[in-house]
């Protein structure tokens, strides 16, 4: 399993009349394969959870995956962990299935014929073989969810991180990303309000 680790780390942002923290002093050692972070809202989970792929960025403090400084070793960082959003939508970006996860793999895997047939590959393993030629607008919620994972997975990254990746589904789709979250072999930090979820 990666080693996360926060050290006295404060995030701030700007506003009109000066800035608001948004996390104060958080310190942590992550090692364990399943991470859940739970908490009300605006309490800091989703800038926690980004601060570890460095979508966000630490005031003060310092993010570490496995020895490597989210800051200044940034690339290195994301090719190790990988983020799904809450809503699916911030990440498909191509107009298909197919060619949304080839373009997760662009950088990673040159060849377009092999990108092609790893990006095949995931779909079918993810479920969603089927609809590799279909846009991704004409998908479900949930097929949506499960594409920007399978667009993750397809990187194979130690760490998946994810920001409430069921809060917009409904409870068929929900159980189906849940399941799939929870048997990955990935380190998973989960952001959850699921007090069940959070359980398994």
Do not use: W, Y
Not at 10 to 35: I, K, M
Not at 141 to 166: F, I, K, R, W
Not at 172 to 200: G, I, K, Y
């Amino acid at each position: 399993m990666a080693t996360i680790e926060l050290t006295d780390v404060t995030v701030t942002a700007p506003t009109a009349d000066g800035h608001v923290t948004l996390l104060r002093d958080v310190s942590a050692r992550l090692t364990e394969q399943r991470v859940v972070v739970v908490g009300a809202n605006g309490s800091g989970k989703s800038t926690l959870a980004r601060l570890v792929n460095g979508l966000v960025t630490a005031s003060t403090g310092t993010v570490r995956v496995d020895g490597l400084d989210v800051a200044t070793d940034g690339p290195a960082v994301r090719r190790r962990v990988g983020f799904v959003f809450t809503q699916p939508s911030a990440q498909l970006v191509m107009p298909t299935v197919l060619e949304d996860v080839a373009l997760s793999l662009r950088r990673h895997v040159p060849d377009k014929r092999e990108r092609e047939a790893r990006a095949r590959a995931v779909l079918a393993d993810i479920g969603l073989g089927e609809h590799a030629d279909t846009s991704v607008h004409a998908l479900s919620g949930g097929q949506q969810q499960m594409l920007a994972l399978a667009g993750v997975l397809a990187c194979e990254p130690s760490v998946v991180v994810a920001d409430e990746p069921t809060t917009l589904l409904d409870l068929r789709n929900a159980r189906a990303v849940e399941e799939r979250l929870l048997s990955m072999p990935q380190q998973l930090v989960l952001v959850t309000h699921d007090l069940a979820l959070a359980r398994r």
